[in-house]
């Protein structure tokens, strides 16, 4: 039996497999390692996909008919050219593993690695994949919206004109009033790493699994995170009143997580 609010230090193809009831999950938010970037596990970009399809195929298992799957990664450069492997992985996700593409979202992270002497511009994003099982799935969008900048102030001032018309059955001018909670969600997401030493080497941002989890599930559903590091979705999901499951193969990050985690009260709905 998986008790929620829990970490388990396990490897999560065998916890998917042996531990997790089919269609129990209704949103998972992980970020793997990446090809050929980390020490503590290393995955060549040339085996990366072939790696990671079985685990797309047990989260779609564990998934609730409509849940949410979002994936962090970033490609790399191999040999002087930029690796196809995370186009390769998303194509085979939505082919094999059953999976629907909802969006594609960017994370600007702001501030970049020096690359003064690269022949390309300097990394500062990332990917977030946003698969559905199925396209009906949770979407919130009030709780991400953000302040309308000036200038989209300034353009509700003036009718729309029929030619900016959202049909072509449209007639004549319409006002738009903006909305009072703001603006609609963008796919840019424009959030600093962390830029303290949280004891794990690659955490995302607490504020970067709060999108996700405010975005795609409601209050009481069960969030996993496979790759648990240093519990940042476990965070996200306790802040804002979700349950959560996390697996960490090193006991280190196990130990890690719930240092972080026992601070943070359960939310009150």
């Given at each position: 039996?998986?008790?929620?609010?829990?970490?388990?230090?396990?490897?999560?193809?065998?916890?998917?497999?042996?531990?997790?009831?089919?269609?129990?999950?209704?949103?998972?938010?992980?970020?793997?390692?990446?090809?050929?970037?980390?020490?503590?596990?290393?995955?060549?970009?040339?085996?990366?996909?072939?790696?990671?399809?079985?685990?797309?195929?047990?989260?779609?298992?564990?998934?609730?008919?409509?849940?949410?799957?979002?994936?962090?990664?970033?490609?790399?450069?191999?040999?002087?050219?930029?690796?196809?492997?995370?186009?390769?992985?998303?194509?085979?996700?939505?082919?094999?593993?059953?999976?629907?593409?909802?969006?594609?979202?960017?994370?600007?992270?702001?501030?970049?690695?020096?690359?003064?002497?690269?022949?390309?511009?300097?990394?500062?994003?990332?990917?977030?994949?946003?698969?559905?099982?199925?396209?009906?799935?949770?979407?919130?969008?009030?709780?991400?919206?953000?302040?309308?900048?000036?200038?989209?102030?300034?353009?509700?001032?003036?009718?729309?004109?029929?030619?900016?018309?959202?049909?072509?059955?449209?007639?004549?001018?319409?006002?738009?009033?903006?909305?009072?909670?703001?603006?609609?969600?963008?796919?840019?997401?424009?959030?600093?790493?962390?830029?303290?030493?949280?004891?794990?080497?690659?955490?995302?941002?607490?504020?970067?699994?709060?999108?996700?989890?405010?975005?795609?599930?409601?209050?009481?559903?069960?969030?996993?995170?496979?790759?648990?590091?240093?519990?940042?979705?476990?965070?996200?999901?306790?802040?804002?009143?979700?349950?959560?499951?996390?697996?960490e193969i090193h006991q280190d990050y196990v130990?890690?997580?719930?240092?972080?985690?026992?601070?943070?009260?359960?939310?009150?709905?």
């Amino acid at each position: 039996m998986v008790e929620l609010n829990q970490i388990y230090n396990k490897n999560c193809l065998d916890f998917m497999d042996g531990d997790l009831e089919p269609e129990s999950i209704d949103l998972i938010v992980t970020s793997p390692p990446y090809a050929d970037m980390r020490d503590y596990v290393k995955i060549p970009a040339d085996e990366y996909v072939d790696w990671f399809m079985p685990i797309a195929k047990g989260i779609h298992k564990i998934l609730k008919p409509n849940g949410v799957f979002v994936l962090n990664i970033r490609n790399n450069v191999v040999k002087g050219k930029r690796h196809t492997y995370v186009y390769k992985l998303v194509d085979r996700i939505v082919e094999e593993a059953g999976f629907d593409l909802i969006d594609d979202i960017i994370w600007d992270k702001g501030k970049m690695l020096p690359n003064t002497k690269g022949r390309r511009p300097m990394d500062c994003w990332e990917f977030a994949f946003v698969f559905g099982k199925g396209t009906d799935v949770t979407w919130n969008p009030d709780p991400n919206r953000t302040p309308y900048d000036e200038r989209s102030l300034a353009r509700y001032e003036a009718p729309i004109k029929r030619r900016w018309g959202s049909s072509r059955n449209e007639k004549g001018d319409k006002i738009i009033k903006p909305n009072p909670l703001g603006c609609f969600p963008k796919n840019i997401l424009k959030m600093g790493s962390e830029t303290a030493y949280q004891g794990h080497p690659a955490p995302f941002p607490v504020t970067f699994a709060e999108w996700f989890v405010k975005g795609y599930s409601n209050a009481g559903d069960i969030v996993y995170d496979p790759f648990g590091g240093g519990g940042t979705t476990a965070v996200a999901a306790q802040k804002h009143g979700r349950k959560w499951i996390l697996t960490e193969i090193h006991q280190d990050y196990v130990d890690l997580a719930k240092k972080r985690i026992q601070d943070i009260p359960e939310a009150l709905f």
